[in-house]
């Protein structure tokens, strides 16, 4: 417990917060006694997991918490999709999170719901959207599917190969922006907070301009400490480009949009999907990479992000933020995070909701 | 619609002194757990030395580049600058008992984060977040911070006359409604900013006169969240037994959905949210007082075929009240905070009744929706 932050509560008041920011909503009253029940008798996570039985934690709670992670704007305010579909449906069947950006896996809406909801289909999302519309229970009625069987995927790397992924972050552009949001959503870190000068710049593609405004340090003192390790990785995502409302994705065929724009001849020109870690030493050792660090495609580029420490960390600390309203700031936060990212590593075994249920007892007040 | 509209604004200056009321209570039980100053000055920052030498000064006339301390090596003080770049260091220097370091600018990113930095990203984004500079709307709160400050587009001693304010005001630059409001709206964003990042320092520092100098900044922080705009209407939905999707329903969430909050971050909780609630709430309770399945089971045994002088007799309003607090605020949570409220809707009933018709039973719904209103739109219900 943390007395320093947690508010003034009794039983009976910590399981109505712990229900209100598990599941959304107040729990009714018989929920309420046996929430409050367990947690007198010294069982807090008990009590969480039965919040967290609610289907408005799936519904609410978890999809907005993942919408954000879905779209440049990082907003909330966008329709259901199967990049949401697919991590509820990971975390309601204890699917090991680390497998969030390699697994084969998929998920859509059962038939069975009893709503009107149009069929799913490549390239379009109002499968989910309808589901949305309808109040669709998400607990129920999401169904485990094999992504590559439908969306032909040879190469599936989690949420990093669904529609929604593909509209994002791979439509036009060089899909740097893949690489970058992978980052920011399951790494908790933007490319300037990785910025090392320090790197060869052997890697950096040719659309990259040696002198911005004609001035070369520029390129030398800024663009390269991102460039340099971000276009290494991002070689991953060669084969992808998001065509006529789908992913498509090409193998063995670097697709065009990669490797042109050719502003500097002498850059480096992306022949494969052969992606390597140049961030894996120095500054950016800190991350705690583990295992092979390099590789082809985006499957293994997926397992070797979530490997690493900072995979567990950015998680523990995403789930503190939702649960406990709070950013984990002081030594003591700070140290029950890490804590808490171990768990979650080893004991946990990647298991989304022990990390979230051992977190939110951990903010309930006392 | 009209009907309820109009019971909103009868009730709106009591549901403006229920969350005075409620913000109150927050911001004491905020004060408790920080264990902050009473006497801290927002827009000072200031750091006590072991030796309980104070110095404050104000953003205003001190240095602004962040990267010098004024440290008074002799007594352990250390008084942080403006806030918005470098280190602020308080150390104590001489009487041994190690004081933290406060990392300013870090909290006024924490700050920006949560107030001017969510205005960019709405509706700078497209192009402040992409290409043209400063770039102000990236999703990295410390790059978008460093974009504004660094090329003085704020001006904490004048807010109204930052760069960023007037661009909307006189140059009607990008305005995303009207230019006017949408001015104001980043102004006061930035006071937002500025009262969050000198309230962030002032728990920093004072919490690095401790003992061991390791108390970080989090003492500022809120203990409580705000429910978004769908938790919101679900937890409607809940405690009245009304359906989201009925069509009045939907049609009114529609209407306040973009004027709910986003996210769960109190900080930037604002009175135009809670009108949003309250319309919201109005739509429920509407609902509610006029389906008499559904309000049986909120009000059992409560008589709305009664006249409101029968039905909100002493007794019958005492009633009313505890049913209502129960079922929307939990039974058994929290009795503590009943009285002051109870109190409050006492009050309202009192001056509901003023002017009306109290031998008509129509009397008795009227009162029933601004109680149901007050109590449903409050923060015990959207409070995270």
């Known amino acids: 417990m943390l007395s320093s932050t947690a508010a003034l509560a009794g039983p009976r008041e910590q399981a109505w917060t712990l229900h209100n920011r598990l599941a959304s909503v107040p729990p009714t009253p018989q929920t309420l006694n046996s929430m409050e029940n367990l947690i007198v008798s010294g069982n807090a996570e008990g009590a969480a997991n039965i919040a967290m039985e609610n289907p408005e934690f799936y519904g609410t709670t978890l999809k907005n918490w993942v919408k954000r992670w879905t779209n440049a704007d990082q907003t909330p305010r966008v329709p259901f999709n199967d990049y949401v579909a697919t991590v509820l449906g990971m975390i309601r069947d204890n699917v090991p999170f680390d497998q969030v950006l390699s697994?084969?896996?998929?998920?859509?809406?059962?038939?069975?719901?009893?709503?009107?909801?149009?069929?799913?289909?490549?390239?379009?999302?109002?499968?989910?959207?309808?589901?949305?519309?309808?109040?669709?229970?998400?607990?129920?009625?999401?169904?485990?599917?094999?992504?590559?069987?439908?969306?032909?995927?040879?190469?599936?790397?989690?949420?990093?190969?669904?529609?929604?992924?593909?509209?994002?972050?791979?439509?036009?552009?060089?899909?740097?922006?893949?690489?970058?949001?992978?980052?920011?959503?399951?790494?908790?870190?933007?490319?300037?907070?990785?910025?090392?000068?320090?790197?060869?710049?052997?890697?950096?593609?040719?659309?990259?301009?040696?002198?911005?405004?004609?001035?070369?340090?520029?390129?030398?003192?800024?663009?390269?400490?991102?460039?340099?390790?971000?276009?290494?990785?991002?070689?991953?995502?060669?084969?992808?480009?998001?065509?006529?409302?789908?992913?498509?994705?090409?193998?063995?065929?670097?697709?065009?949009?990669?490797?042109?724009n050719n502003l500097f001849s002498e850059g480096w020109v992306q022949q494969d999907d052969s992606w390597t870690n140049l961030w894996k030493d120095g500054q950016n050792s800190v991350l705690g990479w583990r295992g092979v660090q390099q590789g082809n495609g985006a499957r293994s580029l997926g397992a070797m992000l979530t490997r690493s420490r900072a995979f567990a960390e950015c998680m523990s600390t995403k789930v503190y933020e939702l649960v406990c309203m709070k950013n984990p700031l002081s030594d003591e936060e700070k140290g029950l995070v890490m804590s808490l990212a171990t768990d979650f590593e080893t004991t946990g075994n990647y298991s989304m909701k022990r990390l979230i249920a051992k977190t939110s007892v951990q903010c309930m007040g006392e | 619609m009209t009907r309820v509209h109009r019971i909103t604004v009868t009730f709106m200056m009591l549901l403006t002194v229920l969350f005075t009321y409620n913000n109150c209570v927050l911001e004491q039980k905020t004060n408790k757990k920080i264990k902050r100053s009473d006497d801290v000055n927002l827009n000072t920052t200031s750091t006590t030395g072991t030796d309980?030498?104070?110095?404050?000064?104000?953003?205003?006339?001190?240095?602004?580049?962040?990267?010098?301390?004024?440290?008074?090596?002799?007594?352990?003080?250390?008084?942080?600058?403006?806030?918005?770049?470098?280190?602020?260091?308080?150390?104590?220097?001489?009487?041994?008992?190690?004081?933290?370091?406060?990392?300013?600018?870090?909290?006024?990113?924490?700050?920006?984060?949560?107030?001017?930095?969510?205005?960019?990203?709405?509706h700078c984004v497209n192009c402040h977040g992409n290409f043209q500079q400063p770039l102000h709307a990236v999703a990295d709160p410390t790059q978008a911070h460093d974009a504004l400050i660094d090329t003085n587009k704020i001006n904490f001693s004048d807010i109204p006359n930052s760069r960023i304010v007037q661009k909307l005001r006189v140059n009607m630059h990008q305005c995303w409604s009207d230019c006017a409001s949408n001015a104001t709206e980043m102004e006061q964003s930035i006071v937002n900013w500025k009262v969050i990042r000198d309230q962030l320092i002032?728990?920093?520092?004072?919490?690095?006169?401790?003992?061991?100098?390791?108390?970080?900044?989090?003492?500022?922080?809120?203990?409580?969240?705000?429910?978004?705009?769908?938790?919101?209407?679900k937890t409607m939905s809940v405690l009245t037994g009304v359906r989201i999707d009925r069509s009045n329903i939907q049609n009114i969430y529609e209407d306040v959905l973009t004027q709910l909050p986003t996210d769960n971050t109190i900080d930037t909780f604002l009175a135009a949210h809670q009108v949003g609630v309250?319309?919201?709430?109005?739509?429920?309770?509407?609902?509610?007082?006029?389906?008499?399945?559904?309000?049986?089971?909120?009000?059992?045994?409560?008589?709305?075929?009664?006249?409101?002088?029968?039905?909100?007799?002493?007794?019958?309003?005492?009633?009313?009240?505890?049913?209502?607090l129960?079922?929307?605020?939990?039974?058994?949570?929290?009795?503590?905070?009943?009285?002051?409220?109870?109190?409050?809707?006492?009050?309202?009933?009192?001056?509901?009744?003023?002017?009306?018709n109290l031998g008509a039973s129509s009397t008795t719904r009227k009162i029933a929706k601004g109680v149901c209103i007050t109590a449903l739109a409050s923060l015990n219900v959207t409070l995270l």
């Open chain 2, 278 to 324: 309250t319309k919201l709430a109005a739509e429920y309770c509407d609902t509610l007082v006029n389906d008499t399945t559904l309000r049986a089971n909120v009000w059992p045994g409560f008589n709305f075929g009664a006249t409101a002088t029968n039905a909100f007799n002493s007794t019958g309003t005492q009633n009313f009240i505890v049913q209502t």
């Open chain 1, 103 to 260: 697994a084969d896996l998929y998920y859509i809406v059962s038939n069975n719901s009893g709503a009107t909801i149009a069929p799913w289909a490549i390239d379009s999302n109002d499968h989910y959207e309808d589901a949305e519309t309808n109040n669709v229970n998400f607990k129920e009625f999401l169904l485990q599917r094999s992504q590559s069987s439908l969306n032909g995927i040879t190469d599936t790397a989690g949420v990093n190969t669904t529609r929604t992924a593909g509209e994002a972050f791979y439509s036009a552009g060089t899909n740097r922006r893949v690489t970058r949001f992978t980052f920011m959503n399951f790494l908790c870190r933007d490319f300037e907070a990785l910025h090392d000068l320090n790197l060869s710049d052997y890697h950096v593609r040719r659309d990259v301009d040696r002198a911005p405004g004609g001035d070369s340090r520029t390129f030398r003192n800024k663009c390269v400490g991102c460039h340099s390790g971000q276009d290494a990785l991002g070689g991953a995502f060669a084969y992808f480009d998001f065509v006529d409302g789908k992913l498509e994705h090409t193998p063995g065929q670097v697709v065009d949009k990669i490797n042109a």
């Open chain 2, 326 to 356: 129960n079922a929307f605020w939990g039974q058994g949570v929290d009795m503590s905070g009943r009285a002051p409220a109870s109190i409050e809707l006492q009050a309202l009933v009192n001056e509901l009744k003023v002017g009306e």
């Open chain 2, 202 to 233: 002032s728990g920093a520092t004072s919490g690095s006169t401790g003992t061991n100098g390791d108390t970080g900044p989090n003492g500022a922080q809120p203990e409580y969240g705000i429910k978004s705009y769908e938790q919101i209407n």
């Open chain 2, 52 to 122: 309980g030498t104070n110095t404050s000064t104000d953003g205003s006339n001190t240095t602004t580049d962040g990267s010098n301390t004024s440290t008074d090596g002799s007594n352990g003080t250390t008084t942080s600058t403006d806030g918005t770049n470098g280190t602020t260091s308080a150390t104590d220097g001489t009487n041994g008992t190690n004081g933290g370091t406060v990392d300013v600018k870090a909290l006024s990113v924490q700050a920006f984060s949560q107030t001017t930095h969510l205005l960019t990203k709405a």
